[in-house]
């Protein structure tokens, strides 16, 4: 992610949590991956998770 000036939107924070769906969906396939794209994968969710988290829970909280 490296643009984060984004505005979270219910619209594109949805977009964004289908995308983590779609990336753990493509990581349960079979045949497994190989290794250097299960790690790019597994690596772009744990970003968009921790981006959502992180800017998410702060704005609905305050």
């Given at each position: 992610?490296?643009c984060r000036?984004v505005a979270l939107?219910?619209e594109?924070?949805?977009?964004w949590q289908?995308e983590?769906?779609?990336?753990?969906?493509?990581?349960?396939?079979?045949?497994?991956?190989?290794?250097?794209?299960?790690?790019r994968?597994?690596?772009?969710?744990?970003?968009i998770?921790?981006?959502l988290?992180?800017?998410?829970t702060?704005?609905e909280?305050a």
């Amino acid at each position: 992610m490296a643009c984060r000036n984004v505005a979270l939107t219910p619209e594109n924070t949805a977009a964004w949590q289908r995308e983590i769906e779609r990336t753990t969906r493509r990581l349960a396939t079979r045949p497994t991956l190989p290794p250097l794209l299960r790690h790019r994968l597994e690596a772009r969710r744990t970003e968009i998770t921790a981006f959502l988290l992180e800017n998410t829970t702060t704005r609905e909280s305050a």
